[in-house]
Nanobody, 124 residues
Framework: QVQLVESGGGLVQAGGSLRLSCAASGRTFSSYAMGWFRRAPGKERECVAAIRRSGGSTYYADFVKGRFTISRDNAKNTVYLQMNSLSPEDTAVYYC?????????????????WGQGTQVTVSS
């Protein structure tokens, strides 16, 4: 089992940047593919980005391509989401997730463990 704790959320103006971190504890971090999801008010949870166990391959949703970057440091048991050029449409609770069985999952059921989430609010 793995425990996940997100940090780095907050209030930012449109065009600004934030860096989210997700610290993992428990089983070997490098055993898990990692993903970042978000849920905006009134919407379903959606995948923002994902990264393979080794960090060699990544996935980005079309709506964040060129603006967000996912990365991981297996030595620090941490996955990051660098978010640039933020817009009010990016306002949501952001969750990190760990998955044992899917190499690069983009669905919620591809992931086995979830953090509590961190709020990101982008003002116009």
């Amino acid at each position: 089992q793995v425990q996940l704790v997100e940090s780095g959320g907050g209030l930012v103006q449109a065009g600004g940047s934030l860096r989210l971190s997700c610290a993992a504890s428990g089983r070997t971090f490098s055993s898990y593919a990692m993903g970042w999801f978000r849920r905006a008010p009134g919407k379903e949870r959606e995948c923002v980005a994902a990264i393979r166990r080794s960090g060699g391959s990544t996935y980005y949703a079309d709506f964040v391509k060129g603006r967000f970057t996912i990365s991981r440091d297996n030595a620090k048991n941490t996955v990051y989401l660098q978010m640039n050029s933020l817009s009010p449409e990016d306002t949501a609770v952001y969750y990190c997730a760990a998955g044992e069985y899917y190499a690069l999952g983009v669905k919620t059921h591809n992931y086995d463990y979830w953090g509590q989430g961190t709020q990101v609010t982008v003002s116009s």
